[in-house]
Structures are given as structure tokens and as C-alpha cells.
């Protein structure tokens, strides 16, 4: 199982070429027929077939139209950040992916405490918890119920739903769009095939478009906008608004081997270090420890949101010291899913902040006047 994983992940990031027979014929049958099912199912709430929900507040989404990362967690963390300091008492509403609270649903931080570890929140909502003083996290997959339940608790005036683009059963004021700039569709096919989530017909619901790794702003919206052009999209998401952000990999700290509280880290060490990680983008990890100044002796990628098995903590172990490593590295999203996990070496926690183009209180300003908040 583990094999083909992979393999079909390795299709989702390839160029759309020819893959492996039958593998790929298949994952492309496959994603006919998952686009068609999104396009339907958008045609039925734009023609209010479905149930839209509104809830007592506004609401700002933050997602995307491809899997993989984008930043839709540092964009959410920053807008939450940003909120709080203007005044806003924000909430952050989220599926709780891969975590056994989705179902029911439930409260992963009231904002003063942190409630639930990793595996029952869920790797992403714990981070943005523990990284969000004064910010309540609410995980459920039905997140109409959870939204009601969250403004009867927690009374705020503005909710973030994380990962909410497609979740359209919930109405929102505000939808943000996150692209990659280096690759906004992947290879243009849809899931398991490509990365798409739903057709690219989709964007018309956006309000604001975000470009993350725009290393050349200028040159990240041109090729952008020429890419729109030649999927054929209509004049008026060639005019959705756009911000450019880039990707800033920082170090969050480090947790003695003892497993203690992570103290604070101003540098990198010396030594070298053992990477392991299981987020969306693996190999973006090793760029990023190399612009931190860390000297990799070795590394481990595993499948997004991986549970991390006490077989797999042995084998990361065992190639550290086969490496010559004294320490370990992982991010900041791995970190959560570990919990009390105890590892021989210390743990570097590295993680990335997204660092608008300009004018952070431009954006800010911005989703402010267009989610319908009075300024403060």
C-alpha cells in the first residue's frame, strides 16, 4: 500500500506525461470523473440546489485549488496574528485532518489552553493552537455545526476557516485563493492524477488570490496571468486581486532530548543534523534547512500527515547514528505529531512564515474592507 502511495503521489507531481501502465491510465480515468463530480457539485450550489449556511459573523477562507503546500496554515496563522494585533477577536475553524475529532467535532484550544494533542486535532490545527495565544481552534467536518457552536462559546467577531475553498456548504465573505507561483496548477490534471482539487473554473469564487514563493513578484503575476489566459478563464478572474508573498523558513527552536519545552534556537548548530518529514512538499525541507545554515548528514520523507510509529522513530534513530549526527531536525507541522515521542538527540524545529510583498498591513487592510469587518 505504502508502494503505491507513493507512486500515485509521484504522478500527482510529475509534467503529465505517460506514467507507468496501468497505474496511470487509470489515476486519469479516475480524475475525469472526480472533475466532473466537482463541477456538478459546484453547479448545484450556484444554483442553490445545496444549502448554503451563513453563520453570525463573517467568515474569511483561506484555501486552495490544488493539494500540497501552498501556505494555507502560515497565511491563516498570519490574518490571525494581524486580526488579534487590530483588535478583532478572530477563531480558526478547521477540518481537522487525519485527526479522530473530525467526526464529532471539538475545541482544540479556548484560546488560553491547548486542549488536544495530535491525534485527536490533527497535525495543523495543534500547531496553529499552540503558536496562537488568545486564538481559539475549532476542528469538525461539518463546520456549519462547529461555526454555531464556536460563536455560542467563544463570541467572536470574525472566524478563519482554514482549508475552506471547496467546503462551500458554509457561506463565507471573504475567499482567498493561495497559488504556488513556481507551479499554480501542478501538471493541470485533476486528483490522482494531478493536483487539482476541482476544475480551475472554480477561481470564479475567489475574491483575492495569493502567489507564495514569488521570488520575483513582478514576474510571478505576469506568468500567472498568462496562464489564466490560456485556460481559457473568463476577463473577470484575470481581475481577481493579487498579492505575492514569500516563503521565509525560520527556526522555531529546539526540545532537548529529555523532552522538555522547546527553549529557544538563534542559529543552527555547527554539527551536523538528521532531517525527517511528512508534509506535502519533502523535498522543500532540505532547501529550507540549507538557507537556516543547517549541515544535513541525512534525511527521511514520509507521506503527508504521517502518524509516526514507534518502528519509525527506531529507523529515524538508526540512520542518525549510522549518519553521524548529533542532533535531529523536523518541522514544525512533524513536531505536533510526535507528542511526548522521545528521541536519543536533541530536536531542531524549523518551520516557514510568509512574509507579504510590500505591505503585510496593506493585506490586512484589504480583507478587512472586503469581509465586511469595521476597521479599528
Keep these: 500500500m505504502t508502494d503505491l502511495r507513493h507512486a500515485v503521489e509521484t504522478l500527482i507531481r510529475d509534467d503529465g506525461g505517460a506514467g507507468p501502465f496501468p497505474l496511470e491510465p487509470c489515476c486519469r480515468g479516475l480524475s475525469r470523473g472526480l472533475a466532473a463530480a466537482a463541477a456538478l457539485k459546484n453547479r448545484l450550489y450556484d444554483k442553490g440546489a445545496l444549502t448554503v449556511r451563513r453563520l453570525a459573523c463573517p467568515v474569511i477562507s483561506v484555501g486552495n485549488i490544488t493539494v500540497g503546500g501552498t501556505g494555507k496554515t502560515p497565511m491563516t496563522m498570519l490574518l490571525a496574528r494581524h486580526l488579534k494585533e487590530r483588535g478583532f477577536r478572530p477563531l480558526i475553524l478547521s477540518r481537522g485532518y487525519g485527526g479522530r475529532a473530525t467526526d464529532k467535532g471539538g475545541v482544540v484550544s479556548d484560546g488560553k489552553t491547548v486542549l488536544m494533542d495530535a491525534a485527536w486535532a490533527g497535525d495543523e490545527p495543534l500547531m496553529m493552537a499552540a503558536a496562537l495565544p488568545g486564538v481559539p481552534v475549532v476542528v469538525g467536518k461539518d463546520r456549519s455545526r462547529m461555526g454555531r457552536q464556536a460563536l455560542a462559546r467563544f463570541s467572536p467577531d470574525v472566524i478563519l476557516l482554514d482549508d475552506g475553498f471547496q467546503h462551500r456548504k458554509l457561506h463565507r465573505d471573504l475567499d482567498i485563493v493561495l497559488f504556488d507561483a513556481c507551479r499554480p496548477f501542478g501538471n493541470g490534471f485533476a486528483l490522482p492524477r494531478g493536483p487539482l482539487r476541482e476544475p480551475v473554473a472554480a477561481l470564479a469564487r475567489a475574491h483575492l488570490f495569493v502567489l507564495t514563493r514569488a521570488d520575483d513578484p513582478a514576474e510571478s503575476v505576469r506568468a500567472f496571468h ?151
Design 226 to 376: 498568462a496562464r489564466l489566459e490560456a485556460l481559457g478563464l473568463p476577463s473577470a478572474v484575470l481581475r481577481t486581486p493579487v498579492i505575492t508573498c514569500g516563503h521565509r523558513p525560520v527556526l522555531r527552536g529546539i526540545i532537548p532530548a529529555d523532552r522538555t519545552r522547546m527553549a529557544s534556537a538563534v542559529s543552527a548548530p555547527a554539527e551536523a543534523v538528521f532531517a525527517f518529514s511528512g508534509i506535502a512538499n519533502n523535498d522543500d525541507v532540505k532547501r529550507s534547512l540549507d538557507a537556516l545554515g543547517f549541515t544535513v548528514a541525512g534525511c527521511m520523507a514520509f507521506p503527508d500527515h504521517h502518524p509516526y510509529s514507534a518502528d519509525d522513530l527506531a529507523e529515524i534513530a538508526r540512520r542518525a547514528s549510522a549518519g553521524g549526527a548529533h542532533a535531529f531536525v523536523t518541522t514544525d507541522k512533524d513536531a505536533a505529531r510526535l507528542g511526548s515521542a522521545v528521541l536519543p538527540l536533541s530536536l531542531y524545529v524549523a518551520g516557514i512564515d510568509l512574509a507579504v510583498t510590500g505591505n503585510d498591513e496593506h493585506l490586512i487592510d484589504r480583507i478587512i474592507n472586503r469581509a465586511g469587518l469595521a476597521a479599528r
